[in-house]
């Protein structure tokens, strides 16, 4: 197969991306790490972490291996599958282990230096964390750009010519995405359960009961808690992001394949275009990150515009660019299909302004809940929910009219939905995702610097750098929050469209496994055709996917069940490991003489011992919960049951998600609005009120929400997978 | 049209229905009320009851003079509707009010003399509380057959001869069911948002601050708590369960005249069928009623046994009953029917049972709450919201096993999934749900006894009748909670299953708008044909319902996303206005000296007041979006649109609904463990922290929860009386 000379620019993308990955690491080992102190306690962090994670890595190469066996069993045993999708699998997981992994590396290694940065300055202390935080960006998009290169040339040198070679290459790689899905779920599921036990146990026996502040040195969960933020925080987001990252890509590219498989030439343009805007993305992104410069002296004011100035920078060149790829590219209708970039990144900025709006103690809805603090933690928990619930409307709404616009100027507003428009139209959403996620390397460096800013101002308060440094890295974390809104909204946005790309390529894998056991459909006609040539409302009334279908509705009611299910899972299992952890604490205050008084060191290994092990046992069930489910529903309800599945999981899940990452941020926001001095500030009766709804918000935001967007895929991903099993069986 | 002499039965039951719920209702007037301090609490609660349903229906009859006279535009200016919907959405409101304010009378009238035979013994309280119960039970039921009895009897004498009628008549009958979902849904949300702003303040100050017990006559909230009970937990859940009732046997009546449209007089048969069902229900609840019985001096085990036999084999009996009355009927398939309605019932006693497993504190589940009281009231909030997530999957899997089966009864057991098949299949889905209610007449007598009992306790506080009685009461409260679970069960399963018809509804609703506009669609062959001609499938096709339409797709994520937004802002009403009645209950200690010496007597008048003007004023907009919702959908995004929304509303609303009144329940029962001594008992560190979960759920389970039922069907009623408005615009 003859790959386009512009291909190469996503090799060549993903080389530059990591060489700077590289080359910022270096810089950040160069910065001083700071007194002794300092690299003491960074040293039990990073061995923690570490320690964590080699754990963690452990049980996923199980599952991992467990799962390889049984999918070269279907695609050499029972010929269900390609012979490419163990390996695909393995390659995802690897990867998307192999990005937490690095961004976790640096994180660790960056904390102490930031804070001994901050020691001088706020600008120094920036440059640390931002840099730190890039990193991690612009690893995870280079080894995502690179997985894609890699496969896309091995695989084309193995199918030639005709139209299905490029829809089976294409679909055959979202098998990597399952690996990248599966080993992001354990990841945030396990981090997630890790952090948020350590943070729970610690603020409500330092905070609430000993009246001590966070990352106090006498707190004994103190150490678990700044791990728990690398291995939750850093490494979770890290596979999480490469997972969305290359989900994007290669739905999009599968659909490119199909929409175009009649057009000649055009199907190869439609499959590498995604790879293509992601690769300019990458350029736009590092550039974005140049932007990002501090003078010495620069107030909080500067910094922000600063980081404004790089990340809005590079969202903005991105739409210009996109435009000018499609163009030159010469796919058709390109103008159309720039629009759908546009009314993607549109949508992003719109979420994302959302979630600043109802989680920014700036604005009323998070002022509201501290002020329900006056009258105590339950309506501090109930105005939480009332605000998390509430604020699903705009995000929500927003993706609907994304969806309906990226779809319509994809498919040059064809409102008939012919089988063809609708093919089309389903590619302008994926490729509308992909705009999104693009500009990853530089959204991703402004989230991931937030919790190395947090870690630093635990270093700063265990080592006692005084309050001065401590406010500083409080400032550049808060600085944080803000600017991550725009790559939260990304994040979400994206997630819901590929997602529904995946939908679509559910469809053409079940095609494709039919074909391979030579089975047929009758199509609108009555005619029976081969299952490759079926049009979507072909497939969709030959397998009765309608929505009076019993199958597609009990699909539905389980799939939007599963989104809760997985959430309950998750919350009693930090709810169970943080309860661990507050009778630990405790133990240790009541034996441990002097503790309080700061004259006896706690035992701040036992903490992180029940945090590796509360994450490592409890993560296991719900994240192959996850993988189950699609694979029963298959067997016992088909095609339609499985589609009804993932519609109901979709929207059921979407809505879920961002209801408990704006509730939990709200309730983080409304505690900091107190502790700055409102509603009676520190230490006040509002203060333990709103202690409790940020303790709750905790795993709603850093646990069972996060989760979720993985959740939604990786279901999508198992169905695609096993989609040989379902053909065989219903 | 001639009307089979077995319809007679209908009227007959409802007419001895209404009779004996007289009867009970003199009965229960006829007991002593107690001495004059009793009367006189009693009367407070009576007249605080009495002016908010004035206050209450006043606000509701603008809403429903304003949607009246918009019908009645649309059916004689626009010819877009049937002459009779604008009378027959009356009549549904004005009786779904009506029975709301029958179960209120009769509970403020029942409350004093429960208490005053409670003095004596236990049997006497619950001879009273269950009687007055069942005059609640038995006016829903014979309301709901009157105004069935009477609208058929009307209508049949306007359409004649052909398969058309029946299809019009009964699908306007469905528009008094969209009457009572609006006045359901506002006695809901207005009840609901007045008795938790009252039950959460009284609990906040009261209870938290003050360490004063529930109900004590120190407490200013105490009065508006009572007073709330009655709006709330009676007039609110009157109204509710008229609508299921109604709602389930219309539902089913529309889909038996379209699926049995070609199969001469079995089309009447099918018609009848759910409506005699209902009133064989009617004998069997009386007669079940009958068996509820206590001797002199029963035990607590006795009272629960004899209230379990009574709904037990009431529900055996309605099985038994169902295969005779099709049987005699002569419809066809009478056996798969008869299992549907088995297979509907089987589920309902299901769901009871795992609602009670995870909510009831003899269970682990809500045990562990108990036990996260020890670690504060963050993990007994994180363990509630996990239990109540988790507990979403045994009703879910349940109802999908139970949509299954009842389907597949019903059709002869055809997976083919033919037209035919589809539309029979959705009538056994139908029946299924009406076997549910049909013993309404007694599942509703023990769930209306609970809060009956629960007044009588607070009448018992206030008089000061010391701890014997208030131990009875509290005891009678226990048991109805206990034997109502099965009755919950059975509501939550019908209203899924109901609203599951409802959408068969909606798409002949279409076809009769499309009809009535001399509108053709395109049939699967690509012929066209009138629209009355298409089956499920070629609509489907026609309209494009299917699950790759962005459309489809955009409607079930706004449809998942108004449950959340429905219940955030029900939640938001009850914090805001329990804010202000804290505020007001603080103020009261604080400046009216000697309240809590008991020396002065509180202005329970104030806090009556706040929660009065709280629930006028809240309930409006969440109302008015439940019906604008699907109205601004059908116009956007057309019939597809509306499809998906209604899917996505009744996936996500449904798993939403489990999850909070489980959660609350498991909370409320969770702090009542610890009462009861365990985990350090009555005023220790851990029963604080329950009280905060307890507080939560209150309108976890008692304001949003139960208005997600009534919403999701309300959305799919507006739905179809807004068909002729779609089909005209889009």
Chains 1, 2 share one sequence.
């Not at 640390?128 to 750009?145: D, K, N």
Request: with cysteine; hydrophobic share 50%.
């Amino acid at each position: 197969m003859i790959i386009p000379s512009a291909f190469w620019l996503v090799p060549i993308a993903s080389v530059v991306a990591l060489s700077m990955a590289f080359y910022f690491f270096r810089t950040m080992m160069a910065a001083d790490e700071g007194t002794p102190r300092m690299r003491e306690i960074a040293g039990y962090v990073r061995s923690g972490a570490m320690s964590y994670l080699k754990q963690q890595y452990k049980v996923v190469t199980i599952v991992f291996v467990v799962l390889a066996i049984l999918f070269a069993f279907m695609a050499y045993g029972l010929q269900w599958q390609n012979p490419w999708v163990p390996f695909a699998f393995i390659t995802g997981g690897f990867f998307s282990g192999l990005a937490g992994f690095f961004g976790m590396k640096t994180a660790t290694y960056a904390s102490a230096r930031t804070a001994n940065a901050a020691r001088k300055s706020l600008d120094g202390g920036l440059k640390i964390a931002f840099r730190s935080g890039a990193v991690m960006g612009l690893t995870v998009v280079g080894l995502g750009l690179l997985d894609i290169a890699i496969w896309f040339l091995i695989l084309s040198n193995f199918y030639e010519g005709d139209r299905m070679a490029l829809i089976t290459i294409t679909t055959t790689m979202l098998t990597f995405g399952m690996g990248a899905s599966t080993q992001a779920l354990f990841a945030r599921v396990g981090g997630g359960i890790y952090t948020k036990a350590a943070d729970v146990g610690a603020d409500i026996v330092g905070k609430v009961e000993a009246d001590i502040p966070e990352d106090d040195p006498r707190n004994p969960a103190t150490i678990a808690d700044n791990v728990g933020d690398n291995v939750g925080d850093v490494a979770g987001m890290g596979a999480d992001l490469y997972e969305s990252y290359c989900g994007s890509i290669l739905s999009t590219a599968a659909l490119g394949a199909t929409a175009f498989a009649m057009s000649g030439d055009m199907q190869m343009k439609a499959v590498i275009a995604p790879m293509l805007i992601a690769a300019v993305g990458v350029f736009l992104s590092i550039f974005g990150i140049y932007l990002v410069r501090t003078k010495e002296g620069a107030t909080m004011r500067d910094l922000l515009r600063s980081l404004a100035v790089g990340t809005n920078i590079s969202a903005v060149l991105i739409a210009v660019a996109t435009f000018a790829i499609l163009y030159f590219l010469g796919i058709d209708n390109w103008l159309g299909l720039s629009f759908s970039v546009i009314s993607g990144l549109a949508a992003g900025v719109i979420i994302g302004q959302a979630t600043e709006y109802y989680t920014s103690h700036s604005y009323k809805p998070t002022q509201k809940i501290s002020e329900a603090g006056l009258t105590g933690s339950a309506t501090v928990i109930i105005k939480g929910i009332g605000t998390g619930m509430i604020s699903t409307c705009i995000p929500v709404v927003t993706i609907g009219v994304a969806i309906m616009l990226s779809y319509l100027c994809a498919n040059g507003f064809d409102m008939e939905m012919s089988a063809e428009a609708l093919s089309h139209g389903l590619y302008g959403i994926g490729i509308a995702a992909v705009g999104m996620l693009s500009t990853l390397g530089i959204t991703l460096a402004t989230d991931a610097y937030g919790p190395i800013a947090d870690n630093a101002g635990g270093n700063a308060e265990m080592s006692e750098l005084g309050e001065e440094v401590r406010h500083r890295t409080d400032a550049l974390d808060a600085l944080g929050n803000t600017t991550a809104a725009t790559g939260k909204g990304f994040a979400i946005g994206s997630a819901a469209l590929t997602a529904l790309a995946l939908l679509a390529s559910y469809i053409e894998e079940i095609k494709i496994a039919m074909e391979r056991t030579g089975m047929t459909l009758t199509n609108l006609k009555g005619e029976v055709i081969a299952a490759a040539d079926a049009t979507i409302p072909d497939f969709m009334n030959y397998f009765q996917v309608n929505l009076m279908n019993p199958r597609v509705l009990v699909g539905a009611f389980i799939g939007a069940m599963a989104a809760f299910l997985f959430c309950g899972l998750t919350m009693e299992a930090v709810g169970r490991a943080a309860q661990k952890m507050v009778e630990e604490v405790r133990r240790q205050f009541r034996e441990i003489k002097g503790i309080l008084e700061g004259k006896a060191t706690p035992d701040y290994g036992s903490c992180v011992a029940i945090s590796t092990r509360a994450a490592q046992h409890e993560m296991i069930f719900p994240s192959l919960l996850a993988i189950a489910i699609p694979i029963i529903v298959g067997l016992v309800l088909g095609v339609a049951g499985v589609l009804g599945l993932l519609v109901g999981g979709l929207a059921g899940g979407f809505t879920l998600a961002v209801f408990m990452a704006n509730a939990g941020g709200a309730w983080d926001n409304a505690k900091k609005m107190v502790e700055e001095g409102n509603f009676g500030g520190k230490g006040s009766f509002a203060h333990k009120a709103t202690i409790v709804g940020d303790t709750v918000g905790d795993p709603f935001k850093d646990t069972s929400g996060p989760s979720l967007n993985i959740l939604i895929k990786l279901m999508s991903m198992v169905s695609i997978v096993m989609a040989g099993l379902t053909v065989a069986f219903s």
